[in-house]
C-alpha cells in the first residue's frame, strides 16, 4: 500500500514538474500583446492569466474532495 502511495506521488511530482513550462507559456495573441508591451508588464499579464486559471482548477478541486470525502465515508 504504502509502495502504490508513493508510485502514485512520484508520478504525479514528475507529471507536475514537465507541465511548468506549458503552464507559463500564453496564447498566440497575448504573446504577440506581451512582446510589444516589454519585460515588466509581459511578467504582470503572464501573473494575471495564471491567477485567472487558479480559480476554475481550484473549484474543481474542492469539489472532487468532497466528492472522495462523501464517498469514503460511505464504504
Do not use: H
Not at 2 to 30: D, E, G, H, M, N
Not at 35 to 63: C, H, K, R, S, V
Amino acid at each position: 500500500m504504502k509502495r502504490q502511495i508513493l508510485l502514485s506521488v512520484s508520478l504525479l511530482l514528475a507529471i507536475w514538474l514537465f507541465s511548468l513550462p506549458v503552464a507559463f507559456s500564453q496564447c498566440s495573441i497575448c504573446t504577440k500583446t506581451a512582446q510589444q508591451l516589454g519585460e515588466g508588464p509581459a511578467e504582470g499579464m503572464n501573473t494575471g492569466i495564471l491567477y485567472l486559471a487558479f480559480a476554475p482548477f481550484a473549484i474543481i478541486g474542492y469539489i472532487g474532495y468532497r466528492w472522495y470525502k462523501s464517498n469514503r465515508a460511505d464504504v
